[in-house]
C-alpha cells in the first residue's frame, strides 16, 4: 500500500475522532511520562547520596553504640540507649595506625535564645578534630581550641543558618546565647554546608563534648564515634583494629557479643544504595503497570474502531485489500498512538523532573538533574512494543472479517 | 477462436449457519465473453448476489469451476484472490460505499493503492480525466457528503474503474437512485459498454435489465433462462435500439 495515502487516512480518521484518540493516548502519556519522572528522580536521589560521600570523604568509619550482626540496623535506632562508648574510648582510636582525626559526639535538642529570638535546635557536642573529620570549617572566628577538648567550657560555634536566624547580618562573635538555661559564648561560625540526608549541619551549634554530656545532658557516655582514614584501601584493616582495641577496652571476651558497631562510610552509603535501588525498581515497576492499564485501553478502543469501521473493511477487501493490508493499517494506528503519547509522556516526565529538581535546589539540597538516554529510549520502546502487542488483537480481527458479511453490516 | 473472459461450470454453493446448510447455487454454467453487458435478474434470495461475489473473486464456489481468462481461479489462495480483486475486477455497490473522511479523488485512489505495481502519479492523472468524464472535475475535493446519491454512484463508477479492470460488476447500481439520477448511471455503464468494457450487472428491476444485452434469469439458485436482447433500452434518450 502507498504509504502517504495511508498517512492520509490515519490523519483523516483522527481528526474526526480527536478526543478519543486523545484519551487513549493520555494512558501512555502518563504510563511513560511517570517511568521517566521516576528514573530522573531516582537517579537524582542516588547522586544526592553520592554527593554526600564526596563531600563527606570516603574515608570515613562510624562506630555506633549497640552490637549483634554487621548488616542488621543498629541498636540506637530502635530506641534503645547503650552507654558503653565513651570519650577515652574516642581518644584510644585516635592513636590507632592510619587515623588522622577522630571525635566523639554527645548530642541532644535544645532551645536557643538570643535576645528575644528563640531556636529550637541540635546541639552537638564534640572535640576540636571534628571539622578534619567531617570536612566542615569555620568562616569566621574559630572553632573548638585542642586544649578545650577536655573541659567544660561553655563556648559555641554556630551554624550559619543558626547565625543567621539568630544574628541576621550582625557579627555574632563575642555575644552571649542561651542554650536552654547555660549561657554560651559565641567563638565561631561554621561555613555553609547545604542539607544531606543525615543531617543539616547548617541548623546545629557545636560545643565541646564534656559541655555536651556534663553541662547539657548529664551523661558520662558518647552517642557516636567517627575516624577519619588516611586512605580508603585501609579501611578493612583499620575497622579490625579498631573492633580488636574496643572488644578489649570494653572487657569482652566473645566477639559475637560486642556492644559496638563499626561501618565504614562505604558500607553505609552501600547498604542505602541498595534500598534506594529496590525502591527505584519497585516505582518503576508501578509505573510500568500503567503502561500496561494504558495498552488495555488502546486494545479496547482499537476492537470499537474497528466494529465501527466494519463496512469500511469490506469495502478494502472488495477492492483488493489484502489480509495483511488491513492488518498492517490498524497496527499502524495503534502503534503511531503510543508513538506519539511516548513523545508527549518523554517531554512531560522530563519537565516534572526538571521541576522536582529545581524544587530539591531550593531546598538545600545538592540534587543533580539526571535524565538518562537510557531511560527515554527505554520508556519509549515500551510504549511502541505495547502498541504492538495490545493492537494485534483488534488489527487480527479486522483483517480476518469475511468481506461480504461486513458490506451488509449496519 | 478467442476463449471467453468468464467461464462457469456446475458452480455451487453451500452456506452452514450453525447446524443448518442452505444450498444458495445449486449448480451454475455459462459464459461471458469480451465486451458484453450482461445483466443478471433475480428476485430477492434467489442467489443473484452470490453469484457476483464469487464472479467477483469475494467468495469461492462449494463445487465447480470458474475460469477466467482461461485460467482456473478455483485454485487460488487469499493474496492471490484479493490480486484478482485488485487488477481484474471493479465493483460498483447499490449502497456506493465511498469512504465519508476523504475526499471524492482520494476515494476514486483507493483500489490504486492497493496494487501490486503501484503508480500514484499515473492513477491520479487517470482519475481526474475520468472523473472529468462523468461531469465531476469541479468536485475532486469534495466530500461524499457533499454529493448527491447519483453524483456519489458516478464516483463509486470512477473507482471501479481506475485500475483497468476486465470485467465491471454491478449489484443494483441504481437501486438507491431516484429514476432521473438512475437512468444518468445506466447511461455511463451503457457508454462503458460501448467502449468495449465487459458489464455484468445485478438487478431485480426488468427496466433496468433491459439497457443490458443479455439477461440471465436466476431463481433458487439455477439459471433458468438466458435470453438475448435484440433491441436494448437506452438510457439516454429511452429508445429501444440495437
Not at chain 1, 24 to 43: E, K, P, Q, R, W
Request: proline share 3%; hydrophobic share 45%.
Amino acid at each position: 500500500m502507498d504509504f502517504s495515502q495511508s498517512i492520509k487516512f490515519f490523519f483523516a480518521n483522527l481528526s474526526a475522532n480527536k478526543v478519543r484518540f486523545f484519551l487513549t493516548m493520555l494512558g501512555m502519556i502518563i504510563g511513560v511520562g511517570s517511568v521517566i519522572a521516576i528514573m530522573a528522580i531516582g537517579s537524582g536521589a542516588q547522586s544526592l547520596i553520592f554527593n554526600e560521600i564526596t563531600s563527606f570523604g570516603t574515608n570515613l568509619i562510624s562506630i555506633i553504640p549497640g552490637g549483634g550482626e554487621e548488616d542488621m540496623m543498629p541498636a540506637s535506632m530502635m530506641g534503645r540507649v547503650i552507654t558503653t562508648l565513651t570519650y577515652e574510648d574516642a581518644k584510644a582510636v585516635g592513636k590507632i595506625p592510619h587515623i588522622m582525626a577522630v571525635t566523639p559526639y554527645a548530642s541532644g535538642n535544645a532551645n536557643i535564645f538570643f535576645g528575644d529570638k528563640i531556636k529550637n535546635a541540635n546541639f552537638l557536642g564534640v572535640t576540636s578534630q571534628y571539622p578534619n573529620v567531617e570536612n566542615n570549617k569555620v568562616i569566621s572566628g574559630r572553632f573548638i581550641l585542642p586544649e578545650e577538648d577536655e573541659s567544660t567550657a561553655k563556648i559555641v560555634v554556630l551554624g550559619s543558618e543558626i547565625k543567621k536566624k539568630l544574628f541576621g547580618e550582625d557579627d555574632p562573635l563575642g555575644k552571649r546565647i542561651k542554650i536552654n538555661q547555660t549561657n554560651f559564648l559565641v567563638v565561631g561560625v561554621m561555613e555553609k554546608k547545604g542539607a544531606s540526608l543525615a543531617a543539616n549541619r547548617d541548623k546545629e551549634v557545636f560545643i565541646p563534648v564534656k559541655t555536651a554530656q556534663k553541662v547539657m545532658l548529664g551523661i558520662n557516655y558518647v552517642g557516636l564515634i567517627r575516624a577519619k582514614i588516611d586512605d580508603e584501601e585501609n579501611a578493612p584493616l583499620v575497622i579490625n583494629e579498631v573492633k580488636k582495641l574496643l572488644q578489649c577496652r570494653h572487657n569482652i571476651k566473645d566477639p559475637k557479643k560486642i556492644d559496638f558497631t563499626v561501618r565504614s562510610m562505604n558500607q553505609a552509603l552501600d547498604m542505602i544504595g541498595t534500598v534506594t535501588d529496590a525502591l527505584n525498581l519497585f516505582l518503576g515497576a508501578i509505573a510500568a503497570i500503567s503502561l500496561i492499564v494504558g495498552g488495555i485501553g488502546i486494545m479496547n478502543i482499537m476492537l470499537v474502531s474497528v466494529t465501527e469501521r466494519t463496512r469500511e473493511i469490506g469495502l478494502r477487501k472488495a477492492i483488493g485489500a489484502k489480509k495483511r493490508n488491513i492488518l498492517i493499517q490498524f497496527l499502524m494506528e495503534s502503534v503511531v498512538i503510543t508513538f506519539i503519547g511516548g513523545l508527549i509522556g518523554i517531554f512531560g516526565g522530563s519537565i516534572f523532573a526538571v521541576l522536582i529538581a529545581a524544587i530539591a535546589g531550593y531546598l538545600g539540597y545538592d540534587w543533580n538533574l539526571v535524565i538518562s538516554p537510557f531511560s527515554i529510549i527505554i520508556s519509549f520502546t515500551i510504549a511502541v512494543i505495547i502498541g504492538l502487542v495490545f493492537g494485534i488483537y483488534p488489527a487480527n480481527k479486522a483483517a480476518n472479517l469475511n468481506a461480504i458479511e461486513a458490506l451488509r453490516y449496519e | 477462436m478467442s476463449i471467453p473472459l468468464i467461464s462457469l461450470k456446475n458452480i455451487t454453493k453451500d452456506y452452514k449457519t450453525g447446524e443448518v446448510t442452505t444450498n444458495v447455487l445449486k449448480g451454475i454454467s455459462f459464459e461471458i465473453n469480451d465486451g458484453e453487458f450482461v445483466a443478471v435478474m433475480g428476485a430477492s434470495g434467489s442467489g443473484k448476489s452470490t453469484l457476483m461475489y464469487i464472479l467477483g473473486f469475494l467468495d469461492t464456489p462449494t463445487s465447480g469451476k470458474y475460469y477466467f481468462e482461461g485460467c482456473d481461479t478455483s485454485k487460488l489462495d487469499d493474496d492471490r484472490l484479493a490480486e484478482f480483486r485488485s487488477e481484474k475486477v471493479g465493483f460498483i455497490f447499490q449502497a456506493y460505499n465511498l469512504l465519508q473522511r476523504t475526499s471524492v479523488l482520494d476515494n476514486v485512489l483507493l483500489p490504486a493503492t492497493y496494487l501490486h505495481k503501484c503508480n500514484l502519479k499515473k492513477a491520479k492523472d487517470n482519475a481526474i480525466k475520468l472523473l472529468k468524464r462523468v461531469g465531476l472535475g469541479y468536485r475532486l475535493n469534495h466530500r461524499p457528503n457533499q454529493l448527491s446519491g447519483g453524483e456519489q454512484q458516478r464516483v463509486a463508477i470512477v473507482r471501479a474503474l481506475i485500475n483497468n479492470p476486465r470485467l465491471v460488476l454491478a449489484d443494483e447500481p441504481t437501486g438507491n437512485l431516484d429514476s432521473h439520477s438512475g437512468e444518468e448511471i445506466m447511461e455511463i455503464l451503457q457508454n462503458l459498454n460501448e467502449e468495449g468494457r465487459t458489464v455484468v450487472m445485478v438487478t431485480h428491476e426488468e427496466y433496468t435489465a433491459e439497457c443490458a444485452r443479455r439477461i440471465l434469469h436466476i431463481k433458487d439458485g439455477m439459471i433458468f433462462k438466458d435470453s438475448i436482447i435484440n433491441h436494448r433500452r437506452l438510457a439516454a434518450n429511452g429508445e429501444f435500439r440495437k
